[in-house]
């Protein structure tokens, strides 16, 4: 059972959730709410913002200022209102397609600006919603319903992808780790003051992609993720070859001195109102 | 003494849009309304506004709709293709309610088209242009004063019916250049959004008020609520019930449809005996007016009904025309756009003349001449 302060983080009115029993996005979320608890934010001034998807419907289960935006474009909303309000505290969730193929556009440039957002990926390798589609992040090989003899698309790595585009925090961590997932979202959520930090935070769908790569129970894909995690510390001694099929987690980037878009803002209207 | 400039039309846009107490532009560079967003790059800091420059076009309007949602008046700008990529949030913000303003600079299509020359193609686009049903309130002006003023009455109407509102200028409009009398502050009117005036635990988000528009709060000034794309209910959760549906799908158009006389703006010349009449908007109203100042010296007797508001489009008040008069011109930068909402309100009543131009140029005051002589 959630903790009580984590229950007031809650719109129970508006449940039952749509996520199918067993999903990973509620660990996401409890992991999510146990952090801003433990944070003391007060939830009239966080703001929790969503594209479309699976791992999008989560805003509306939380009693915050929530922003459930189109599909791919959560980032871009959240840019407006944390220029608007650089004071609240913005965690955005995304999922893979949603945040790296239609939103892949706003996610990389949003790394490069710096501004202030805490970006959470929720990695589960399919399109889930609309019933099981190959994403920019299912594997070689695996089999999705637009991909029946399996895919050929080489995969992205977000943390990578986040990495090269100019993101000054970057973690990853499966649900199969939810205390390390919610010790990397505080810090992540207290790197906004810093500028945009991204974690990637894989999870899972039994329902789509189980159900077709022979994982179809729920506890198959935590047991899938739990055996295949290597901590960074661990995967910077191994080969590629060792590596191959697993999924590093950690601390990737940390940049304690990166300078946030609002407050790079400030000097320019600083700058304006001198001339 | 009044402030006298001589001014571009994006850049008397762009300073109406300021004067409107608009303090968040997000946007993308495209021709021929670069200008618009050029000007607020320079004027917004100086205000302690903000101005981003995004990754593209629908990144410009989500900016603008999160600023907005985050209690600013908000705009973005486009042309063109940049219009087109807009269509997916301005539904957004239809269904969301949110105020925004969106100028549209039309040039030539379809596509890449004609990026430096004039058009009046984006009429229906403007009303039909995301999928949908909505109330469309779209202004055009016709004169770089009009640029500055219409866009504050833009402003006006989407912080009063909490939805978008669309100025339609036109290449020659956006680039051209000519005097205008700065209005003082307090001057005009500045309508702001209505706030909500019970507790946070209470705010109903979506419940509206007798005229249809529901109070709106910001993200950070205490109330919490929902912000969906969805067809939701009054609490601004997403609803597949049919009743729920059907309250928020009719209010978001009944909002602005009762209040339709309200939003309509027209400019009549030389009406009161006249029996030929132009319809006509924007830049082409221009010509159409030089062309009727020299055939009334020549006592052709020729008047000019100008709509303002395209949409709502002046239905009635063409209807009354149509009653006394023997024709209706109406030349467009298009195929024929607006001519069918005039024929629409004419019913037949009188004789309509389409007249269309495509080769990306301005109708010259000589031609209109020829078409009102076709038929004197």
């Not at chain 2, 990529?85 to 309610?97: F, M, P, S, T, V």
Request: aromatic share 8%.
């Amino acid at each position: 059972m959630p903790r009580e302060d984590v229950k007031k983080l809650l719109r129970t009115k508006f449940m039952p959730h749509i996520w199918c029993p067993g999903c990973g996005h509620g660990i996401i979320m409890h992991a999510i709410l146990r952090a801003i608890a433990d944070l003391k934010i007060p939830k009239e001034q966080v703001c929790i913002s969503s594209g479309i998807g699976c791992s999008s419907r989560m805003p509306g289960y939380i009693d915050a200022c929530t922003l459930h935006t189109a599909h791919g474009r959560s980032l871009a909303f959240a840019t407006g209102v944390r220029l608007a309000n650089p004071d609240l505290t913005i965690v955005n969730v995304m999922g893979d397609g949603d945040g790296t193929a239609i939103g892949g556009n706003h996610f990389i440039h949003a790394c490069r600006r710096n501004i202030g957002i805490t970006a959470v990926v929720m990695n589960n390798n399919i399109y889930g919603m609309t019933g099981g589609q190959a994403s920019p992040t299912t594997p070689e090989g695996a089999f999705a319903s637009t991909a029946p003899y399996g895919a050929i698309d080489p995969t992205f790595d977000i943390c990578k992808l986040a990495e090269g585009a100019g993101a000054t925090f970057v973690a990853r961590a499966t649900v199969a780790q939810p205390v390390m997932c919610e010790q990397i979202l505080k810090k992540a959520i207290l790197h906004q003051k810093k500028g945009f930090a991204v974690v990637e935070l894989v999870s899972y769908c039994h329902t789509q992609f189980g159900r077709k790569n022979k994982r179809s129970r729920p506890m198959d894909n935590f047991n899938y993720l739990k055996d295949n995690s290597v901590m960074k510390a661990k995967a910077d001694t191994m080969t590629a070859e060792e590596l191959k099929g697993k999924i590093v987690i950690g601390e990737f980037v940390n940049i304690e001195d990166a300078r946030e878009y609002t407050k790079r803002y400030d000097e320019v209207i600083a700058r304006a109102q001198k001339a | 003494m009044a402030q006298v400039e001589f001014w571009q039309g994006n850049k008397a846009l762009a300073m109406g849009a300021v004067a409107a107490g608009c303090r968040f532009f997000g946007g993308y560079p495209i021709t021929p309304s670069t200008e618009i967003m050029e000007t607020m790059a320079e004027e917004l800091p100086r205000l302690g506004g903000k101005f981003v420059q995004m990754e593209d076009e629908i990144g410009g309007i989500a900016a603008a709709i999160g600023a907005s949602i985050a209690g600013l008046k908000s705009m973005t700008g486009s042309s063109g293709p940049g219009i087109s990529l807009k269509q997916e949030l301005l539904g957004y913000a239809y269904i969301a309610e949110i105020p925004l303003v969106v100028a549209n600079v039309m040039r030539g299509g379809p596509s890449t088209g004609l990026p430096t020359k004039v058009s009046q193609a984006d009429v229906m686009q403007a009303k039909w242009g995301t999928h949908g049903d909505h109330a469309t309130i779209a202004y055009a002006p016709s004169s770089i004063q009009e640029c500055y003023e219409i866009t504050v009455r833009a402003f006006n109407m989407a912080e009063r019916f909490r939805q978008p509102v669309l100025v339609l200028s036109d290449e020659i409009i956006g680039h051209m250049r000519e005097k205008i009398v700065i209005p003082e502050p307090g001057t005009f009117e500045v309508i702001n959004r209505k706030k909500p005036t019970v507790c946070p635990d209470d705010f109903v988000p979506y419940k509206a008020d007798d005229d249809d528009v529901p109070p709106m709060a910001a993200f950070g000034d205490g109330y919490r609520w929902h912000v969906t794309g969805l067809t939701s209910n009054d609490f601004g959760f997403p609803t597949n019930e049919a009743n729920e549906i059907d309250k928020k799908a009719t209010r978001i158009i009944r909002k602005v449809e009762r209040f339709r006389e309200e939003i309509v703006e027209f400019k009549e010349e030389s009406m009161e005996d006249a029996e030929i009449v132009i319809v006509s908007y924007g830049s082409v109203s221009r010509s159409s007016l030089r062309a009727i100042r020299e055939l009334r010296k020549q006592n052709v007797k020729v008047g000019h009904f100008r709509p303002i508001s395209l949409w709502p489009f002046p239905e009635k008040q063409i209807a009354e025309i149509s009653k006394r008069v023997k024709h209706i011109i109406v030349p467009e930068l298009n195929a024929g756009q607006m001519v069918n909402e005039v024929e629409r309100a004419v019913a037949g009543r009188c004789e309509v003349h389409r007249k269309n131009l495509l080769n990306g140029e301005l109708y010259k005051p000589d031609e209109i001449m020829a078409f009102i002589k076709e038929v004197a």
